[in-house]
């Protein structure tokens, strides 16, 4: 069996896209790729919102980096690229793009999931919601 490998962990205020993450843990054992992009909705808790805006603390990429290795460590023989976005966003853009790869998808799916778990739980990022109405709020973690 492959080795596990974190090939990409980082917070960015770069423009986000799985696909980029994808083509990176593509290999020739692969049989499964399993993605996820979190995108920035229109609602949330029955609120129109207009925009959002993601701040990250020092430590974020060094912690999203810690729990990618952990994910890979518990996932024997997967790949794993994962991105979170900071800065301004509209509605649609890609806030986490993740992808995984490994032999076959159970294992992927598994990651895949975890990981986007634990950075919800664990990444100091916190977003801030503009709602339709001019009202704005903080939330803590991904959300």
């Keep these: 069996m ?6 990409q962990a980082r917070v960015t205020s770069d423009v986000l896209g799985v696909s980029d993450c994808a083509d990176l843990v593509r290999r ?18 029955g609120r129109e919102v ?6 990250s603390h020092p430590t974020a990429g060094d912690v999203m980096a810690e729990v990618a290795a952990e994910v890979a460590k518990a996932h ?3 790949h ?5 976005r900071v800065g301004a966003l509209m509605i649609g853009d890609v806030a986490l793009a993740a992808a995984v790869s490994s032999a ?12 986007v778990d634990e950075i919800k739980k ?6 801030k919601q503009d ?4 009202s704005s709020e903080w939330v803590a973690s991904l959300g």
């Design 2 to 7: 492959a080795e596990s490998s974190v090939l």
């Design 28 to 45: 020739a054992h692969a049989g499964a790729v399993v993605t996820f992009e979190g995108v920035v909705r229109d609602h949330d808790g």
């Design 50 to 55: 207009a925009a959002l805006e993601y701040e």
């Design 76 to 78: 024997p023989g997967v």
């Design 80 to 84: 794993i690229a994962v991105e979170h």
């Design 104 to 115: 076959h998808r159970a294992e992927a799916f598994a990651a895949c999931g975890a990981l």
């Design 122 to 127: 664990r990444v100091p990022i916190w977003k």
């Design 131 to 134: 709602f339709a109405d001019g």
